[in-house]
């Protein structure tokens, strides 16, 4: 599973340089900011995501793991709420939320929980945090 993760965060960096590049001069430095912001932040919420995943792999040895990176989730989109008025953002995090609060719940429960929804939104963050 190692270089898929490489692979992800490989191409995670090289979106966020591509942002970077892709953001017109005359834009001022606060729109150029908030983008490579909004695009890091994306890039930490990704990053947690594949974290649950292997934690959630794992959960038999360590169950305490995948709360712990449920918490660091739930932090990062917190912080990401908070510095953003763009509504697209907005519904991308609300809908990651969601998909996350689920999680929490079939952890919760002992179920398996079902990460598709939260891969699709947290794709879906990182799109519309792109230019």
Same mark, same amino acid.
């Given at each position: ?56 792999? %794992? ?21 990401? %709420? ?7 953002? %907005? ?31 947290? %794709? ?8």
């Amino acid at each position: 599973m190692a270089p898929r993760h490489r692979h992800r965060r490989t191409t995670a960096v090289t979106a966020l340089a591509a942002v970077a590049l892709a953001v017109p001069v005359t834009v001022g430095c606060g729109a150029v900011e908030k983008a490579l912001d909004c695009a890091q932040l994306a890039l930490e919420i990704s990053n947690d995501v594949d974290n649950l995943q292997d934690a959630l792999a %794992g959960a038999a040895l360590d169950p305490q793991q995948a709360d712990k990176i449920l918490d660091a989730l739930d932090k990062d989109i917190d912080k990401m %709420g908070d510095r953003t008025d763009n509504a697209d953002v %907005g519904k991308a995090i609300d809908d990651l939320q969601k998909a996350v609060d689920n999680v929490q719940k079939s952890v919760d429960s002992g179920k398996d929980p079902d990460l598709t929804p939260v891969k699709d939104a947290a %794709g879906e963050l990182t799109k519309v945090c792109s230019p």
